[in-house]
């Protein structure tokens, strides 16, 4: 038999060639030897071009069988190659030079196929973990077929918000945006984000609201679900949120002190319904001025069930499996499993935080006492003004509206005691608000029960990057006050 030379070419950096090439029989083992030939030349010469393990010799030894096997491989030759029945019988003139770089390609084209694979079953798993959670949605829809508002189609929910046309705000689950139902009544559809969307908040939201018939708790019109496009209709807050009238400086809207402390009993009377007014105990987790709505005659409205927990009446402690809720707000036994266990008095907490901020009437009111070189917990400073005797003055505040903040503050004093076994329930809250002001008894200091100490340090950090961690679950933002 004749000898075919075969050589090996590959690419080195630079765009310059390296070669190995040995002489054999056309015979037999001619790709055995072609194999033996790969492993002893060729990985010698990769590493100048490659990062190779010997753990990819089987992947390339395959992938090289797979390429003699199938016939797709490419001989670069000088004169026509003609193929007799087998690949044994093949005929040539010149010598044959067998390009490895196609060979490479082939195991590399491998190793692609099997990222695609490994792509495509995580994509898979996904859509099939989506569908099973849509099947969830299902099979709870079809269950609480009576308790359930009005199910809309997708092609409904773009039609009443013309396309999305009119976008009204966004929050952490998705964007929200005006619509109207045929009737000509206005809706806010709650359209949430499908990278965000889950079974498991839809269904909380759907099944929460759905049993809830209250003045003061946000009214559920309708909903959809259709794969990953799930949106939520409720009826439209002309005075939008209540952030918005305590928190933004240049909002035109101005409410008394009457009207403020209206709102108070309002969303008062929405959570006790929340926990004592159902069939079902339901906690909100998330109470705070964002998720208040008012209507236009601002009248209050809570809203944003997203994170919110059924149980039952007769649960006074509750099982949760993890922190739930905005920073600021959240209640420190869902953090600090040392003060109690877990129950509706995290919803009293939350709410005992926005009377504070409603008393300041500023977002997380400021840890700066004025004319003060230390840092002051606000909360813990209007506390030592009320109970020395003194009074917190604004501008143009009449000496009965400082007896509705006097009393408001009180209050959320009570509902924020670090130990939930402190704190009233809503019920009592309410009966609090109703009382006259000077009945009322002042609580002990919250912030002397923490379970970790307050920084009280210069008003200028040595390291500003040096921060305690405790601290960002205090409220820190500005406030001006003067004490008459």
């Not at 439209?236 to 009993?265: A, C, Q, R, Y």
């Not at 003060?339 to 709410?351: E, H, P, Q, R, T």
Request: proline share 4%; hydrophobic share 40%.
């Amino acid at each position: 038999m004749k000898n075919i030379t075969v050589r090996f070419w590959a690419m080195k950096t630079g765009n310059s060639m390296f070669k190995r090439s040995f002489t054999t029989t056309l015979r037999s083992d001619l790709l055995i030897r072609i194999w033996q030939a790969i492993v002893a030349h060729f990985l010698e010469a990769l590493p100048l071009c490659f990062i190779i393990q010997h753990a990819w010799l089987e992947t390339v030894r395959d992938a090289f069988l797979d390429f003699v096997n199938s016939f797709n491989y490419y001989l670069f030759h000088h004169s026509p190659v003609t193929f007799g029945r087998d690949f044994y019988s093949v005929s040539y003139e010149g010598k044959y030079v067998i390009c490895l770089g196609i060979i490479g390609g082939i195991a590399l084209s491998r190793t692609f196929l099997g990222i695609s694979i490994l792509i495509g079953l995580v994509t898979y798993k996904l859509r099939r973990r989506h569908l099973c959670a849509d099947d969830k949605i299902e099979e709870f829809l079809r269950n609480q077929n009576n308790l359930i508002p009005i199910r809309y189609s997708y092609n409904e929910i773009k039609r009443m918000t013309r396309g999305f046309s009119d976008k009204l705000g966004a929050g952490g689950f998705g964007s929200v945006f005006k619509g109207k139902l045929r009737s000509d009544h206005d809706v806010a559809v709650k359209l949430l984000d499908k990278s965000k969307a889950n079974g498991q908040d839809f269904i909380a939201e759907v099944a929460t609201i759905g049993r809830i018939h209250h003045v003061n708790v946000a009214n559920l019109r309708g909903f959809c679900v259709e794969g990953s496009k799930q949106a939520l209709v409720y009826d439209f807050m002309p005075n939008g949120s209540l952030d918005k009238i305590i928190f933004e400086k240049e909002n035109k809207t101005s409410l008394s002190w009457d009207k403020m402390f209206d709102i108070v009993i309002g969303v008062a009377r929405g959570i006790a319904y929340l926990h004592q007014g159902c069939d079902m105990q339901i906690l909100h987790f998330d109470i705070k001025p964002h998720n208040i709505l008012l209507e236009e005659n601002f009248v209050p409205k809570v809203s944003d069930f997203g994170l919110a927990k059924l149980y039952s009446v007769d649960d006074s402690i509750v099982s949760l499996t993890a922190a739930r809720g905005t920073i600021g707000y959240i209640a420190p036994e869902l953090i600090y499993k040392n003060l109690g266990g877990i129950s509706y008095k995290a919803d009293v907490y939350s709410f005992g935080m926005l009377l504070i901020e409603m008393v300041g009437k500023r977002k997380n009111l400021n840890a700066y006492a004025e004319h003060s070189s230390q840092i002051i917990y606000f909360p813990s400073w209007i506390y030592d003004q009320l109970h020395q005797g003194e009074d917190i003055d604004w501008e143009e505040v009449t000496n009965d509206e400082k007896m509705i903040v006097k009393k408001m503050a009180i209050i959320a004093f009570w509902c924020i005691q670090m130990k939930p076994c402190d704190r009233p329930s809503m019920n009592k809250v309410l009966e609090m608000l109703e009382t006259n002001v000077e009945l009322l008894q002042m609580p002990p200091k919250p912030f002397q029960q923490l379970p970790f100490e307050l920084p009280i340090e210069d008003h200028v950090d040595d390291n500003p990057n040096d921060e305690d961690p405790t601290t960002s679950l205090l409220s820190t933002s500005e406030i001006s006050l003067e004490v008459a």
